[in-house]
């Protein structure tokens, strides 16, 4: 499929390890980003190229692929990573591509 | 530092064209490798890439919206515009420009704009 597929919601207990997961035919050729939004704010992006984290970014965030799936975790979630998560990419063509987004819950 | 800043009608009908502006600042649409595009999310929905243009004036259109859709930039000015025909109420969203960044393995949008929300309502 040339869509990106994410579950539309997860939720994690406070201090615990929530992973994400976004499948989609383009990751196997092209790697993820992965984008944390809030309500009412632009995307922000938390990882890059599979696995880069920007600059300000807390390293609890993580990104990993494999096949056709690529998937972010946060480790030791924290309040304040309550938000939705977007995973993005581009297929052959140069076009771009996010998937449905996830919203992380945390507890 | 990277600022985008987007710009036009907040207000428009049914089978109008939309405008927008995206103005930037702290970098260049002539360096290599540098593109803006455009991301659109109606309420409450996901986030939906529409356009992207490169330094080179590559352009690059979602398959589903290429008819309706035109991006252009003004490297003089640090802007980018984004026109799309025919209006219609489903096209009611948020419109983010955003900054490209890409190189080999990498393709991603680092910086955003605040977004701007359009309604398209009679």
């Known amino acids: 499929s040339s869509e990106l597929t994410q579950d539309p919601a997860v939720s994690v207990a406070l201090g615990q390890t929530v992973r994400i997961t976004c499948q989609g035919d383009?990751?196997?050729?092209?790697?993820a980003n992965w984008y944390q939004q809030k309500p009412g704010q632009a995307p922000v992006l938390v990882i890059y190229?599979?696995?880069n984290r920007p600059s300000g970014i807390p390293d609890r965030f993580s990104g990993s692929s494999s096949g056709n799936t690529a998937s972010l975790t946060i480790t030791a979630a924290q309040a304040e990573d309550e938000a939705d998560y977007y995973c993005?990419?581009?297929?052959?063509?140069?076009?771009?591509?996010f998937g449905g987004g996830t919203k992380v819950t945390v507890l | 530092q990277i600022t985008l800043k987007e710009s036009g009608p907040t207000l428009v009908k049914p089978t109008q064209t939309l405008t927008l502006t995206c103005t930037f600042s702290g970098f260049s649409l002539r360096t290599l490798g540098v593109g803006v595009g455009w991301i659109r999310q109606p309420p409450g929905k996901a986030l939906e890439w529409l356009a992207l243009i490169y330094w080179n004036d590559d352009k690059h259109y979602s398959p589903s919206l290429k008819s309706r859709l035109t991006i252009t930039k003004d490297t003089s000015k640090n802007q980018v515009v984004l026109t799309m025909t025919n209006m219609d109420p489903v096209d009611t969203a948020t419109y983010y420009c955003?900054?490209?960044?890409?190189?080999?393995?990498?393709?991603?949008?680092?910086?955003w704009g605040q977004g701007t929300l359009v309604t398209v309502s009679s």
């Open positions: 993005n990419t581009r297929d052959i063509s140069g076009n771009h591509q």
């Open positions: 383009n990751l196997r050729r092209y790697n």
């Open positions: 955003g900054h490209r960044l890409g190189a080999t393995g990498l393709d991603y949008f680092d910086y």
């Open positions: 190229g599979k696995d």
